[in-house]
């Protein structure tokens, strides 16, 4: 690893590298939507920034950064792109794979300059045990940011060479997720969506590759485990409650990437039939107070909430499920309530936000392709109510 990774992965200063981003951010954004995945310019400054390092181990160059810190970097890149976002949030909380590798392995899979780890999921795949790892084969979607990565992973159940299931330690169905460089797999082009089109979350498949056993690691379902609840912040946190704060930090930067966007057309553009600009009409002006209300409310919830924990979780070796379920809550009313925003905004923009190439048309398709996702789902407020009122619950990815 060169040195000037060193420098890069310093532990403050990534959201004033992200905010710094913002211009190319927003200048690639249609370059990044049409060719469906990253532009070759955006990935190549991500990493100049360490921005793929941000939840990385410090002696991998990375950040150990606060989950707070990195919600608040998350929602600074969607300000500039969306699907440049998401590709971040998702694959930083992929290399918290990183402290569950030994450290020779830890290297070759995040060692180089270059380096950065995507994988998706599916009901269908399977590792065979065999002597010294795995025979892996499967299908996996939506790996987002699988073009740019230099590794992939892979959820799998673990079988004997007799298709029967293998127990873990406490007697559950054994899981694994594997590591494997991308050039060991078929990726598929099935990305073909309305929105977050730039994030390129295609299919990828293997077919018997084997998978050596210091490549596989415990599942993120299963995560922090007793060995990471006693190391600091982020990961004894987890990943289910970095992609709910995160993914919402995505939906609150899109949404006032939209808020910022329809302010400059507010104070430029007179509607057809009208005397005055947009800026100048009471509607607008509600609506511009109630916008940035809303956001800022949101986004003071979520990242309140990461803070109030971060010290607690990492002295008491991890979070409590009531914590669990507020993050979760923050989440998911931060994708909703910027949904709501943008939602907002674009109806007010008019046929100004309807012609193909303008970028309201895409902030709005990329705000309901995150609403859509499974951490938008408005079930998760029955989840978090049920543990607020003491019903039986058997809560999933909070």
């Given at each position: 690893m060169s040195g000037s990774v060193g420098l890069l992965g310093e532990q403050d200063g990534y959201?004033?590298?992200?905010?710094?981003?913002?211009?190319?951010?927003?200048?690639?954004?249609?370059?990044?939507?049409?060719?469906?995945?990253?532009?070759?310019?955006?990935?190549?400054?991500?990493?100049?920034?360490?921005?793929?390092?941000?939840?990385?181990?410090?002696?991998?160059?990375?950040?150990?950064?606060?989950?707070?810190?990195?919600?608040?970097?998350?929602?600074?890149?969607?300000?500039?792109?969306?699907?440049?976002?998401?590709?971040?949030?998702?694959?930083?909380?992929?290399?918290?794979?990183?402290?569950?590798?030994?450290?020779?392995?830890?290297?070759?899979?995040?060692?180089?300059?270059?380096?950065?780890?995507?994988?998706?999921?599916?009901?269908?795949?399977?590792?065979?045990?065999?002597?010294?790892?795995?025979?892996?084969?499967?299908?996996?979607?939506?790996?987002?940011?699988?073009?740019?990565?230099?590794w992939l992973g892979g959820h799998c159940p673990v079988i004997d060479e007799h298709g029967q299931p293998i127990a873990d330690e406490d007697a559950q169905q054994a899981e694994r997720t594997v590591l494997f460089p991308k050039s060991a797999a078929q990726i598929s082009d099935v990305w073909h969506v309305i929105g977050l089109r730039g994030t390129g979350s295609d299919r990828y498949s293997l077919d018997g590759l084997f998978v050596p056993e210091r490549h596989a690691i415990t599942t993120l379902m299963r995560w922090p485990d007793a060995p990471r609840q006693e190391m600091a912040a982020p990961y004894c946190f987890g990943g289910g409650s970095l992609y709910a704060s995160g993914f919402g930090a995505v939906a609150l930067g899109n949404a006032r990437g939209m808020f910022d966007l329809f302010v400059d057309l507010a104070r430029s553009k007179t509607a057809r039939g009208m005397p005055n600009p947009l800026a100048e009409s009471a509607l607008t002006q509600v609506a511009i107070a109630e916008s940035d209300t809303i956001l800022r409310s949101a986004r003071t919830y979520l990242v309140q909430t990461l803070r109030e924990f971060e010290d607690a979780a990492t002295e008491a070796g991890g979070l409590t499920m009531d914590q669990r379920m507020r993050i979760r809550a923050a989440g998911t009313f931060a994708i909703r309530q910027a949904t709501r925003v943008v939602d907002r905004l674009y109806e007010m923009a008019g046929t100004t936000a309807i012609f193909e190439g303008n970028p309201f048309g895409r902030r709005f398709r990329d705000a309901h392709t995150v609403s859509q996702h499974l951490q938008g789902r408005i079930s998760h407020f029955e989840t978090v109510g049920k543990h607020l009122l003491g019903v039986a619950n058997e809560p999933r990815f909070v």
């Open positions: 959201v004033a590298r992200a905010e710094a981003l913002i211009p190319l951010l927003t200048e690639a954004a249609s370059r990044t939507e049409a060719a469906r995945e990253l532009a070759d310019d955006v990935v190549a400054a991500l990493h100049r920034a360490g921005l793929f390092r941000v939840l990385m181990p410090t002696w991998l160059h990375g950040g150990e950064t606060k989950p707070s810190v990195f919600i608040e970097l998350i929602e600074t890149i969607a300000r500039g792109d969306a699907s440049t976002a998401w590709c971040l949030c998702q694959m930083n909380v992929c290399s918290l794979s990183s402290v569950y590798l030994g450290r020779e392995a830890a290297l070759e899979v995040f060692g180089a300059t270059g380096a950065a780890l995507a994988w998706g999921n599916t009901p269908y795949a399977k590792a065979v045990k065999v002597d010294g790892g795995y025979r892996v084969s499967g299908e996996w979607d939506f790996g987002s940011g699988c073009h740019h990565a230099s």
